[in-house]
């Protein structure tokens, strides 16, 4: 039996209402229409709001946004939910469940929320050992985001995984488009003194790391990549490995744990360099690689025009060349320079690892790019593998936007 609804209502077109039956949870402002008996301007901003069709038909609950194109976004499709502490609660436990049994032992850092991938809209929290860092991008999110981050930490900790503090990365733009300011720091969680330091250690594949989660990228630190890491060091003994775009020299570090010969890391960040050199020494590995301050675009023509082969594993994990289908068609032959350019540097029988981070450029075009990079450095492309990202950033497959990341092996003939 269905429980009485209390939430505000939206009709949504027949237009929203088919796209709705493709399972996406978000509902574009063009398709919701206001009824008459609703002063939208008296709702509170990030309420729970019911959407029903134009014959009265419940179709799902979600957050409201007065600014957003996104003007809901769907949290349940169940008539009956009360989005009270405990349905949250459920949701988190099957969150953390879902690690506890994808992760395996390999849990002191991982990501426990992945948006609308785990019933979270705009929320993404990381775990970097003891400590949290949360990005709030919806309103919906931000509005109970207190409860939320105590639910999580609560759970982690009931779970036996410390939780000295909780730091918000909201310092990003598209928190604007829900009407958000943007900030980052500490968030009062209670029974937490946050720590001096926003600079901890994690473990990854068993190589540690300095992360700084107020000013590293993103969170803090890729976890996405860190199952494709360990692929790469499966492939690195006795290699000699070129690794692009290294940042703080994950891919790096693990061909170097894996056996590789040398490892050249290189970034365009003179201080991501200087924290990958720190990673390095931390893990007993100096002596076995080096490090370069240099733009690949310009770095990798340069290796070519001075002959011979100086590596024969490269690796390619350039940051996102698009946030929009606007410049994808940019971004491919960005993504294609630098592929073709390695494919002409490696020796028949060399190695590549190849990925793009970014949801517009989805696998058929990337595969496309791949295709005409070998076809013009006159090579063939033997594939090892092609991976995505890993499992703590679950894909939903009627959320296309949780598909992002492309990662492939090849070997050269």
């Known amino acids: 039996m269905k429980t009485e609804r209390s939430f505000p209502k939206f009709i949504i077109t027949k237009k929203g209402e088919r796209w709705l039956e493709t399972g996406h949870p978000w509902i574009y402002s063009e398709e919701v229409i206001c009824p008459e008996e609703l002063n939208e301007t008296e709702l509170e901003n990030g309420s729970v709001v019911d959407a029903v069709s134009e014959n009265g038909k419940y179709l799902g609950s979600g957050f409201y946004s ?6 809901i976004r769907l949290i349940s499709g169940n008539a009956n939910d009360t989005f009270d502490e405990k349905f949250w609660a459920r949701r988190v436990s099957y969150a953390i469940d879902y690690r506890m049994t994808v992760m395996g032992e390999n849990t002191d850092a991982f990501r426990v929320i992945f948006g609308e991938a785990d019933g979270f809209p705009g929320l993404t929290v990381d775990k970097f050992h003891d400590i949290l860092v949360a990005q709030v991008l919806s309103v919906g999110a931000e509005k109970i985001k207190g409860m939320l981050f105590k639910i999580i930490a609560d759970e982690l900790k009931k779970r036996g995984f410390p939780v000295s503090g ?4 909201n310092d990003v733009a598209i928190r604007k488009l829900e009407g958000l300011e943007q900030y980052k720091g500490w968030f009062d969680l209670p029974g937490c003194t946050p720590p001096a330091s926003a600079v901890t250690e994690i473990e990854e594949n068993g190589i540690r790391y300095e992360v700084d989660v107020e000013n590293g990228q993103k969170t803090g630190f890729f976890l996405d990549q860190k199952f494709n890491r360990l692929a790469v060091a499966g492939l690195a003994k006795g290699k000699r490995v070129l690794d692009c775009f290294t940042h703080t020299g994950s891919f790096a570090l693990n061909a170097a744990m894996g056996g590789a010969e040398h490892v050249t890391a290189v970034d365009v960040s003179a201080s991501a360099i200087e924290m990958a050199k720190k990673n390095a020494a931390r893990n007993g590995l100096s002596e076995k690689m080096d490090f370069l301050v240099a733009d690949v675009f310009n770095l990798l023509p340069e290796l070519i025009e ?8 490269i690796i390619l994990d350039p940051p996102a060349f698009t946030k929009s289908r606007k410049t994808a068609g940019n971004a491919e032959r960005g993504y294609k320079e630098i592929n073709y350019r390695a494919l002409k540097l490696l020796p028949r029988g060399g190695y590549l690892a190849t990925a793009s981070c970014s949801h517009f450029m989805p696998h058929e ?3 496309k790019m791949l295709r005409s990079a070998a076809k013009d450095a006159c ?3 033997k594939q090892i593998e092609m991976r995505q990202q890993a499992p703590d950033h ?3 497959w009627n959320v296309p936007e949780t598909d992002y990341l492309k990662f492939y092996l090849f070997q050269v003939i």
């Open 365 to 367: 075009q990337f595969e």
């Open 306 to 313: 001075n002959g011979g082969h100086p590596y024969d594993f």
């Open 66 to 71: 007065r600014y957003s194109k996104i003007r």
């Open 166 to 169: 909780l730091f918000e990365r």
């Open 379 to 381: 090579v063939e492309l």
């Open 394 to 396: 679950p894909i939903l």
